[in-house]
């Protein structure tokens, strides 16, 4: 494809199969076809070819414009032949007797063989019914170069216009004609070099996408295991024979081959290729790993969870490669411009021929005009001026952690007024830790710990898990090894559990657990402290001897995250299942006003929120990470989902954030109005360079070789424009 006609073309094709719905995209040279069982990609292909064009299945990282074979050699001889042409025409001092001619012998293969991409095509589609850029191009220099060899052949034995009924006078300076050779090899210059930095241009706006391909490691160490676990032999294997289930080393400075479970060891993973996150993570047993991350320091032994198509990485992809084949609604409207555009803009170049001739004005100046016409009217700008923008903005996210799924998810992201924070696991870590231990007065807080956590070592409850892994912690970190044995385990459903540790019965849970117990002052007030946290009463010996506070903890960055989002002209609304208290004191220390926060909401009720909020006549972003979340997400106009959440969440979101961090939220707004603005931009200045420079060209004011030049740098603006996208800094990295 040379220009968005001919992706408008292969379009229309497509979609005349029955069953078939096709959006062909310019810019990464991609089709994405949705077709019934009975057609098949053969048949698809073989449309395509009956079309004039060659399609095949893609490769995974197939580079935007690697059509380009043999252009820097053809551009490289075109320039160099067609420089003295031009300086001939130029600077009058330099001609010579007979330099009408070397000009010709120069420009002649320029136009022929330099051209030779533009004719092609042309007639190409000529052949099929059909006009295209090419088409414009190929008669302008066809034209140009036509008119030169009429006047050098014919024009040497007098007044051309004469002979023909019209006046035009031909200088004589050697015995030869007034040529527009200048004009013939300049625009197949100009537009060879403009084509041959759009190729340059849309390798380097897709580039974000094939690092991100490439960031798969090729090869993995599999290791073969005893039932004992232990390793009985290690072997290196590509990571396409990877199965689930299989378990493979990964050593300092290797990728991690597939998304896993670390089984051993521990080491910092950097996430930084996959998550734009700079800080390293530490991982241990129990954690999991994506594919396509660094490790950076210790060896792990991972269990493969997910390979090829399913994991996160390759997910990741397709979602950008998804939305880059998407097309936003201005683009539709540029398109369906484009595809009449060439037609029109032919009929426009004969009559400016027909209406100079007619005024009586020479036939030379005629021919400029027309030439002029075709030259300057190809809508190449139009063709690139979405996909380009959306190619390096979707890019750029995935580089930063963001995933943008199309065109209409950036023009969702204008309109919000109200965002909804579900709190747990997007405003919190989701996780339960222990966050204060409340001694009765003469006991060791040490020591309370210590015998709940073993006694909670046996439990399966999220409070429990918390306490125990703290309590295993500090049993560590003070030297006393693992927590002891729990013998004469009981748990009350709702209340608490009872064991016997060294001796001990101990008993942690609700107050009502311990109601023969009178608290202690101090504990009391400890146990009805209101600040967001669930309490737990600790005792042995018919005696309270302590209070657990457990809470699921709020991130660091979400107050930083929320400020961000108010920034941005969004009213934060913390949406939460807990009870009210719990939800009034997160919000307080995320700055989240009292009256924007709806507590003890059923998952059920969440799309009732989102609708209620909507009726009232508000805009609704939803952000959240849940299974129970995703319904919710659909139905809210932008839908936000963290990419630590379920893959329900994340099918059902506009834009997903690849870092478990609230603060890419701001940065996935921010990154998406750009784009769309670029977007906006790149379409405004395409259509306004072809509605100014249209008039001026049919009026005879535009040289076809400056002709030339313009088209080519409206196309360069577009891109150059786009770029800038690449430069997007994210304030989540600050």
């Known amino acids: 494809m040379t220009c968005a006609s001919c992706a408008n073309r292969i379009e229309r094709k497509l979609n005349k199969v029955e069953g078939v719905t096709a959006s062909v995209n310019y810019a990464t040279e991609r089709a994405r076809v ?55 025409a130029m600077v009058p001092p330099w001609q010579f007797p007979g330099w009408q001619w070397v000009s010709l012998a120069l420009a002649l293969p320029v136009v022929v063989w330099g051209g030779a991409p533009f004719h092609r095509a042309a007639w190409t589609n000529l052949r099929h019914g059909a006009t295209t850029m090419d088409t414009l191009v190929s008669l302008g220099t066809l034209a140009a170069l036509g008119w030169s060899l009429y006047a050098l052949l014919l024009g040497s034995a007098g007044e051309i216009g004469m002979r023909h009924g019209f006046a035009l006078t031909v200088e004589r300076g050697d015995g030869g004609a007034n040529v527009y050779l200048e004009a013939a090899a300049g625009v197949t210059t100009f537009l060879l070099a403009g084509r041959w930095l759009e190729h340059r241009s849309k390798r380097r706006a897709g580039s974000a996408l094939r690092a991100l391909l490439d960031l798969g490691a090729r090869e993995a160490t599999r290791v073969v295991t005893a039932p004992d676990g232990s390793v009985t032999r290690e072997e290196r294997v590509p990571v396409e024979r990877l199965a689930v289930g299989d378990v493979f080393r990964v050593r300092p400075g290797e990728t991690v081959a597939t998304d896993g479970e670390v089984l051993s060891g521990a080491s910092a993973v950097d996430t930084s290729m996959l998550t734009g996150e700079s800080v390293p993570t530490e991982v241990a047993a129990g954690d999991t790993v994506v594919g396509g991350t660094l490790g950076v320091s210790g060896q792990l032994l991972v269990r493969a969870s997910r390979v090829g198509a399913g994991t996160r990485l390759a997910r990741m992809a397709r979602l950008v490669e998804d939305a880059q084949a998407q097309k936003a609604s201005a683009q539709r409207l540029a398109d369906r411009v484009s595809a009449v555009f060439v037609p029109l803009v032919l009929v426009l170049a004969a009559l400016t021929l027909a209406t100079w001739l007619l005024l009586g004005e020479p036939a030379e100046a005629a021919v400029t005009a027309a030439v002029a016409v075709l030259i300057i009217a190809c809508p190449c700008a139009l063709g690139l001026a979405t996909p380009m923008a959306l190619m390096v903005g979707t890019g750029r996210g995935a580089q930063l952690g963001v995933l943008i799924k199309g065109p209409e998810a950036l023009e969702r992201t204008r309109r919000p007024d109200v965002v909804l924070l579900d709190k747990t696991g997007t405003v919190t870590t989701g996780r339960m830790e222990l966050v204060d231990v409340v001694a009765a007065e003469g006991e060791d807080p040490s020591r309370v710990l210590h015998l709940a956590g073993a006694v909670e070592a046996a439990s399966e409850h999220p409070v429990g898990r918390a306490v125990a892994g703290a309590a295993a912690a500090a049993s560590a970190d003070a030297g006393r090894g693992a927590l002891p044995e729990v013998v004469d385990f009981a748990s009350s459903a709702g209340l608490g559990v009872r064991g016997t540790v060294e001796g001990t019965e101990v008993t942690v849970g609700r107050a009502r657990l311990l109601d023969d117990v009178a608290l202690p002052v101090g504990l009391a007030a400890a146990l009805a402290a209101a600040d967001g946290g669930t309490r737990v009463v600790v005792g042995w010996g018919g005696r309270a001897r302590g209070v657990l506070a457990v809470a699921d903890t709020v991130r660091d960055t979400s107050a930083e995250a929320v400020a961000d989002l108010r920034a941005l002209g969004l009213r934060p609304v913390l949406l939460t299942g807990d009870a009210a208290p719990v939800a009034r004191a997160v919000a307080a220390q995320v700055g989240i006003d009292p009256g924007d926060v709806v507590a003890e909401v059923l998952p059920e009720d969440k799309v009732a929120v989102v609708r209620r909020y909507q009726d009232a006549g508000h805009v609704v972003a939803m952000v959240g990470d849940g299974v129970n979340d995703a319904a919710a997400l659909a139905t809210a106009d932008l839908g936000l989902a963290m990419g630590t959440g379920t893959d329900a969440a994340i099918e059902a979101a506009d834009l997903t954030l690849v870092r478990g961090d609230l603060r890419v939220a701001g940065d996935a707004v921010r990154l998406s109005r750009r784009t769309l603005a670029t977007i906006k931009g790149n379409l405004f200045w395409a259509f306004a360079y072809n509605v100014a420079a249209l008039p001026l060209a049919a009026l005879g004011l535009l040289n076809p070789m400056l002709a030339g030049l313009a088209m080519a740098a409206s196309s360069l603006f577009v891109v150059a424009n786009s770029l800038r996208l690449r430069g997007f800094t994210a304030r989540a990295d600050g």
């Open 34 to 88: 949705s077709h019934p069982a009975g057609v098949s990609a053969d048949d698809l292909i073989d449309v395509v070819a009956r079309a004039g064009y060659g399609a095949s299945l893609p490769r995974p990282a197939a580079t935007p414009g690697e059509g380009a074979d043999g252009l820097d050699r053809r551009l490289a001889v075109s320039a160099a032949l067609s420089l003295p042409v031009v300086a001939l």
